[in-house]
T-cell receptor, first 116, second 111 residues
């Protein structure tokens, strides 16, 4: 399958700081990438759809000013958690799909964020 | 009603047995169906995709889709302890490119 990377894999920060997470498609171009969040013992919840060259589409209840998404190229999307608080501690996972349509999506390895 | 429903389990099977995982979905316009495996602390890994009614086999895995019943299943033959994980059913619908996930079924394969 296609390869998606994420960086960093783990981050611990103080409350109030901002954290940037990168998601890269390594062997394909992705006009669309997706950002999910997963709390312990829960399923993945879609946060936003990242569109190359345009604004991201956020799911209901997700604050666009807090979770900034930039998709500047066909292989890179970034998620910035601004002014992080302990309740933002979670497992953040991105995914990307080669091509258009409703085909297979491949996930990055995830970023575990802990806000102290 | 949840959009994608799965029994949370745990489903416990002995090594070598067939594990049967089930999923139902509510959107009749759903077009693409996926099974992901997720080990604890890791991100999901794609196991199978299925787009049309019937069975699709890949090694020890068989996905089954019945759109009339809005039902998709995953069979794992000759289950191994390494298959112990949470299996996530995911669906995309008409006009929606993002995946909608079920809550997952935890599978335990007993040696």
């Amino acid at each position: 399958g296609a390869v998606v990377s994420q960086h960093p894999s783990r981050v611990i920060c103080k409350s109030g700081t901002s954290v940037k997470i990168e998601c890269r498609s390594l062997d394909f171009q992705a006009t669309t990438m997706f950002w999910y969040r997963q709390f312990p013992k829960q399923s993945l919840m879609l946060m936003a759809t990242s569109n190359e060259g345009s604004k991201a589409t956020y799911e209901q209840g997700v604050e666009k000013d807090k979770f900034l998404i930039n998709h500047a190229s066909l292989t890179l999307s970034t998620l910035t958690v601004t002014s992080a608080h302990p309740e933002d501690s979670s497992f953040y996972i991105c995914s990307a799909r080669p091509g258009q349509g409703a085909g297979e999506q491949f996930f990055g390895p995830g970023t575990r964020l802990t806000v102290l | 009603q949840k959009e994608v429903e799965q029994n949370s389990g745990p489903l416990s099977v002995p090594e070598g047995a067939i594990a049967s995982l089930n999923c139902t979905y509510s959107d009749r316009g759903s077009q693409s169906f996926f099974w992901y495996r997720q080990y604890s602390g890791k991100s999901p890994e794609l196991i199978m995709s299925i787009y049309s009614n019937g069975d699709k086999e890949d090694g020890r895995f068989t996905a089954q889709l019945n759109k009339a019943s809005q039902y998709v299943s995953l069979l794992i033959r000759d289950s191994q302890p390494s298959d112990s994980a949470t299996y996530l059913c995911a669906v995309t619908g008409a006009g929606r490119r993002a995946l909608t996930f079920g809550s997952g079924t935890r599978l335990q394969v007993q040696p």
